[in-house]
C-alpha cells in the first residue's frame, strides 16, 4: 500500500465510511503493530478512544489511608531535583505535570485541557512550536491558581544551570512563552517530532511561582518549599521525614471531581525488597510495593499468601550484552578502548554472529528472570509502535561452530579456537548481582562448546556503576571485551535511548566518558538513520528510521540484547491501581480506590 | 578529680582530630559517586552532574575539603546531605528519637534479664538453673540478630499474624489506641536486640560475680551472720560490678548510634538506617557526622566509665 492510498483510507475513517478497528485490522493485516495503526489515526486528527476510566467510587474520599512501601525512602521532595525514581514517586503525591503517559505510552492529560495535536491548533506544522492549553480551574494546595505563569516559570527554574536541575536537559534547548493566563507555547528552534518531553511525566512536575520565585538559581537549596511541597496533586503534604516516610491527606479541592477516593497517603521507605513484598503479598500489611527486584520464584511462591498480586508495567529496560569495536588490552594516549584502535578479535564479523548464536536467551528467561525479564532480539522492545519485526534471535551451538570454522579459527590442543596465533579468549564483566552471575555462567558453558574462552569478571555494583573518572572497571570505561547490564528506557520515545548506537555519544577519556556510546560501534548509516529521526516529522517514517537504527545495530551484534524488564509491583488485592511503566507509579494516584 | 577530668579531656581532642582524619580519607578514597545514579540516567546530560559536583565542592583536592568540614564542624555547622539537601543535623535528630527508644529499651532489657539472671547463676554454680541459663546464653550470643530478627516475623507476623513487621515512626492513632501500636510494633526489634545484648550480659555477669564470691572478705561477712540477700547484694554485687560497668558503658553509645542491621530488618527510621543508607548513596557528609558523632560518644562513655570505677571502687583514686 503506498502512501496515498494510506492517507485515503484514513480520509474515509475520518469521514466515517471506514470504522476505526476495520482500519486497525487492515493495517495489522500489512503487518503494522495496532499501536502503530492507532497512532497513525491520532496523528491524523481522529480522535484515539479515550482510556478506560475504570473508576468506581462516587464521591471524594472516604477510602481510609492508603499505605505503600518503597524499600528505598523518598530523600527529596523537589520534582526538579530528583535523582531517582523513589524522588519522583514522593514528589508526585503532591505535584502533577501537564500530560501524563498511560501504560502503551499514549499521553492523557493532567494539568493541561487537551492533549495538543494538529487538529486542535496546539501543534504546528513545522513541529516547532507546541501550544498547551491549561486546565482552568486548578489550585495549589495553598489556595492560589495554577497559570501560564507557573509554567512558564517551571522552564526558566529547571534550564537555568545554576538551579542544577536533575531536569535541565528537559528545559534548556526550548523556549517558552505565555500566550494568556492559560495558554502557553513551548518554542522549538529545530522541528521536534518527540516534543512532549518538557512539562511531561516524570520531568513534567510543575512547582508554584509564587513558592519557589525568591529560590531560583544559586539559592535554590534554600527554599522552604523544598522541604514542605506545594503543588497541585490530590494529596496535600503532611510530613516527610528522607529516606524515611512521607505522608499526605487529602486534598479537598482537587480538581478532578470524586477523586482522590482514599484520606491519607503514607509512603513509606527503607528495608530490602523482598520483605516489602512480603508486607503486600503475604501478610497485607501495606497496599503497594514498588519496583521489586526479586527473582520470580520468590513473588510466585509469595504471591501464594493470596493477599496481593504482582503487577509488570511495561518498560523499554533491556539488558544487554555490549561487544566492544575498540582494543581494551592496548594503551593509546592514556586511555585503553581508544577509538584509534580496533578490536583484534571482535571486529571479525563471525565471531560477533557466533557469540549471538551462543546466548541462551530463554534459558536465561526461564531459570533467572521469569515473568521480569523477557527473551529479546531487539534493543528497542516498547512502545509496540517502535519495535522491529525483522529480528530473530536464536540459540544454536551447531551453528556458530559452523560459522566460526569456516571463517578461519580452528580449535587448538586445549579445545579453543585460533586464528594467525590468536585464540578467542574475551573477558567478560558484570555489576555483582546474583542473576548477573547465573547468566554470565549460561554464557561462558555455551561459548566453551564452541571453542570460545570467557573469563568472567564482577565488579561491584557502585563502582560498575559510578562515573568515577579514575576507575578503570566503570561501566563506560570499558576495559574489557564483553560486558552486561541494563539500559533504562525513561521516556515512550526512542530517541534518547538509542544514542548510544551514535558516532558522536562515542565514551572516551576526552569526553570523561561521559559519552554514551559504551560499546564504541559506529555506523555510517546509524548516524544517518538516527539524525534523520531527529526531525522527521511523520510518525511513521519516524519510527522506521528508529527501528532502522535498532536492526543494524542488533544485526551487527553491537550489542546482544537479553531479555527486557517490566517494572515488578506488588498490588494489594483489593486495591485498583493503574501504573504505567512510562512514568513515576504514581502517575495516575489520582484514579487509585480500593474495592469495599 | 577535676585535674583528671581535664587531662583526659585534651587527650581526647588530638585522638578525635585523628579519627575524623582517618574517616574523612577512608571516605575519599572509597570508591563511587554520590551523583552516580544521574550517570546511568540518559534523560540527565553530563552537565547537571558536574555543576553539581562544583556546587558542593566535591572537586576540590582532598586536603581541603578536610579543612572545610572541619572548620565548618567547629562553628557547629555539620553540612548538608548531597542526597536530600538537608542539613544534616536536622536528619540526625529525626532519627534520634526512634534509635534512642528501640536500643534504649533493649539495653534496659538486657540489663534486666542478665543482672538477676547473672547473679542468681553465679551464686549456685553448676545448679539446674545455672546449665540452663548458660545454655541459652549460649544459643543467645550466637545466633545473629538478623537471623533471629528474620525468624520471630516469620513465627510472630507471617505464621500467626499477630505482629506487624514494619516499624513506622509516626503511627496516626491516640491515646491507649497509640501505646498499644507502640507496644506491638516494638516488641520484636527490642526482644531481638535485646536478648541478643542480654545473652553475652549474663555471661558477664556470672563470670565476674563468681570471681568476686569466692574472695576471703565474702567468707568473712557470711561469718559474720549477715544474711545472704544482704552479702550478694551489698557485698558480692557492687565489687563484681565493674567490668560489668565497662562493658555497659561501651555499649551505651550504640544506643545513639543505633543498630544497622535490625533497624534495616524492621525499617525501623534510626540513625543505623540512616548511616547504611548515606554509606550505600556516597553521602559523604552525613557519614562523617553519624560516625564522628559515634567515635565522640564512645570516647566521652569511655571517660565516664572510668569515673564510675571511683564510685564503685574507692580504692581507685584518680591523683
Known amino acids: 500500500m503506498d502512501e496515498q492510498a494510506l492517507r485515503g483510507l484514513i480520509a474515509k475513517v475520518k469521514g466515517g465510511k471506514l470504522s476505526r478497528r476495520d482500519f486497525v485490522n487492515r493495517m495489522i493485516a500489512l503487518g503494522l503493530t495496532a499501536p502503530l495503526a492507532v497512532q497513525m489515526l491520532s ?13 468506581k467510587p462516587t464521591k471524594r474520599g472516604g477510602g481510609g489511608p492508603l499505605k505503600v512501601l518503597w524499600w528505598q525512602g523518598a530523600t527529596l521532595l523537589n520534582p526538579h531535583f530528583a535523582i531517582g525514581t523513589k524522588d519522583q514517586d514522593g514528589s508526585r503525591i503532591f505535584y502533577e505535570p501537564l500530560a501524563s503517559w498511560d501504560p502503551d505510552g499514549y499521553m492523557f492529560p493532567v494539568l493541561a485541557a487537551e492533549i495538543p495535536d494538529l487538529e486542535n491548533g496546539g501543534l504546528s506544522k513545522d ?10 480551574g486548578v489550585q495549589w494546595h495553598d489556595g492560589k491558581p495554577f497559570t501560564a505563569d507557573d509554567v512558564v516559570f517551571n522552564w526558566q527554574y529547571a534550564s537555568d544551570p545554576a538551579t542544577a536541575a536533575t531536569t535541565i536537559g528537559s528545559y534548556k534547548d526550548i523556549k517558552v512563552e505565555k500566550v494568556d ?44 518549599a523544598n522541604l514542605k511541597p506545594v503543588g497541585t496533586g490530590p494529596y496535600k503534604f503532611v510530613d516527610f521525614k528522607p529516606g524515611d516516610v512521607v505522608r499526605g491527606e487529602i486534598n479537598t479541592s482537587y480538581h478532578v471531581e470524586n477523586r482522590p477516593y482514599f484520606d491519607s497517603v503514607e509512603m513509606k521507605g527503607g528495608g530490602d525488597a523482598v520483605s516489602a513484598a512480603r508486607a503486600v503479598l503475604q501478610t497485607g500489611e501495606y497496599d503497594y510495593a514498588w519496583n521489586l527486584q526479586v527473582e520470580d520464584e520468590i513473588l510466585l511462591r509469595l504471591e501464594k499468601g493470596g493477599k496481593g498480586t504482582t503487577y509488570m508495567s511495561v518498560t523499554g529496560n533491556i539488558e544487554h550484552i555490549g561487544l566492544n569495536s575498540t582494543d581494551p588490552w592496548t594503551e593509546v594516549d592514556g586511555e585503553r578502548s581508544s577509538m584509534k584502535t580496533k ?10 554472529r557466533a557469540l549471538g548464536l551462543l546466548v541462551d536467551r530463554q534459558a536465561v528467561q526461564d531459570h533467572i528472570y521469569g515473568r521480569t525479564g523477557i527473551a529479546t532480539a531487539n534493543f528497542v522492545n516498547n512502545p509496540q509502535r517502535f519495535v522491529s519485526k525483522n529480528m530473530k534471535w536464536e540459540f544454536n551451538i551447531d551453528k556458530a561452530n559452523q560459522i566460526l570454522e569456516e571463517a578461519g579459527w580452528k580449535k587448538g590442543p586445549d579445545g579453543i579456537r585460533a586464528k594467525d596465533g590468536k585464540p578467542l579468549k574475551f573477558v567478560y564483566q558484570t555489576s555483582i548481582n546474583t542473576p548477573r552471575q547465573k547468566n554470565q555462567a549460561i554464557v561462558k558453558q555455551a561459548c566453551q562448546k564452541a571453542g570460545i574462552d570467557m573469563e568472567l569478571k564482577s565488579v561491584t555494583a557502585s563502582v560498575f556503576f559510578s562515573s568515577d573518572v579514575a576507575n578503570p572497571d566503570t561501566y563506560p570505561h570499558f576495559y574489557c571485551d564483553i560486558e552486561m547490564y541494563t539500559t533504562t528506557m525513561a521516556q515512550p520515545d526512542p530517541a534518547q535511548f538509542l544514542n548510544q548506537f551514535v558516532s558522536w555519544e562515542v565514551a572516551t577519556k ?37 527501528i532502522k537504527v535498532n536492526d543494524l545495530a542488533c544485526g551487527d551484534q553491537a550489542v546482544i540484547p537479553v531479555v527486557y524488564r517490566p517494572r515488578v509491583s506488588a498490588i494489594g488485592s483489593k486495591l485498583r491501581a493503574q501504573v504505567s511503566g512510562w512514568d513515576s507509579d504514581f502517575g495516575n494516584l489520582k484514579d487509585w480506590y480500593k474495592d469495599a | 578529680m577535676g585535674p583528671y577530668l581535664l587531662r583526659r579531656l585534651v587527650i581526647a581532642i588530638p585522638s578525635l582530630l585523628g579519627i575524623s582524619v582517618v574517616l574523612f580519607a577512608v571516605l575519599a578514597l572509597a570508591p563511587g559517586d554520590p551523583f552516580g545514579e544521574l550517570a546511568t540516567n540518559p534523560a540527565i546530560p553530563p552537565e547537571v552532574r558536574m555543576a553539581l559536583r562544583v556546587k558542593f565542592g566535591l572537586d576540590d583536592p582532598v586536603p581541603l575539603r578536610y579543612l572545610h568540614w572541619l572548620s565548618a564542624m567547629l562553628h557547629g555547622d555539620w553540612g548538608f546531605s548531597f542526597a536530600s539537601r538537608i542539613n544534616v543535623d536536622t536528619l540526625i535528630l529525626q532519627r534520634l528519637p526512634a534509635t534512642l527508644f528501640v536500643i534504649g529499651s533493649a539495653q534496659l532489657l538486657a540489663l534486666v534479664v542478665a543482672l538477676p539472671v547473672g547473679v542468681y547463676a553465679a551464686t549456685r554454680p553448676y545448679s539446674v538453673f545455672d546449665q540452663i541459663a548458660n545454655t541459652l546464653a549460649f ?23 499477630w505482629l506487624p513487621f514494619v516499624y513506622r515512626a509516626d503511627i496516626d492513632a491516640t491515646g491507649w489506641h497509640w501505646y498499644w501500636e507502640q507496644f506491638r510494633q516494638s516488641i520484636m ?31 568473712t561477712a557470711r561469718a559474720k551472720g549477715l544474711g545472704e540477700r544482704t552479702v550478694v547484694i551489698k557485698h558480692v554485687v557492687r565489687n563484681a560490678m565493674i567490668p560489668v560497668v565497662t562493658l555497659v558503658a561501651l555499649q551505651l553509645p550504640a544506643v545513639f548510634g543505633g543498630a544497622i542491621v535490625t533497624e534495616q530488618i524492621f525499617r525501623i527510621p534510626g540513625i543505623g538506617a540512616l548511616l547504611i543508607s548515606a554509606i550505600l548513596s556516597n553521602d559523604t557528609p552525613v557519614v562523617m557526622a553519624v560516625t564522628f558523632v559515634f567515635a565522640c560518644l564512645v570516647v566521652l562513655f569511655n571517660l565516664l566509665a572510668d569515673v564510675m570505677y571511683g564510685w564503685l571502687d574507692p580504692r581507685i583514686s584518680f591523683g
Open chain 1, 343 to 352: 578490536h583484534p578479535l571482535l571486529t571479525d564479523k563471525a565471531v560477533r
Open chain 2, 189 to 219: 526489634p527490642i526482644t531481638v536486640l535485646g536478648l541478643f545484648q542480654g545473652a553475652s550480659l549474663t555471661r558477664y555477669v556470672r563470670s565476674a560475680v563468681l570471681d568476686v564470691i569466692r574472695l576471703d572478705y565474702v567468707t
Open chain 1, 43 to 55: 496523528y491524523s486528527g481522529v480522535a484515539r478512544a479515550q482510556m478506560k476510566a475504570d473508576y
Open chain 1, 181 to 224: 493566563d492559560l495558554t502557553v507555547r513551548v518554542l522549538f528552534a529545530n522541528p521536534t517530532p518527540f516534543w512532549a518531553d518538557a512539562f511531561v511525566g516524570v520531568r513534567g512536575m510543575m512547582v508554584p511561582k509564587h513558592l519557589f520565585a525568591d529560590y531560583s538559581g544559586a539559592k535554590s537549596r534554600d527554599a522552604p
Open chain 1, 127 to 136: 513541529g516547532k512550536s507546541v501550544t498547551w492549553k491549561l486546565k482552568p
Open chain 2, 139 to 161: 544459643v543467645g550470643f550466637s545466633l545473629p540478630t538478623f537471623f533471629t530478627g528474620l525468624l520471630l516475623i516469620l513465627v510472630f507476623s507471617i505464621q500467626l499474624d
Open chain 1, 510 to 546: 576526552e569526553n570523561k566518558w561521559q559519552g554514551r556510546n559504551i560499546t564504541r560501534w559506529v555506523n555510517e548509516e546509524a548516524d544517518k538513520a538516527y539524525k534523520a529521526a531527529d526531525t522527521e516529522l511523520d510518525p511513521i517514517k519516524r519510527a522506521a528510521l528508529y
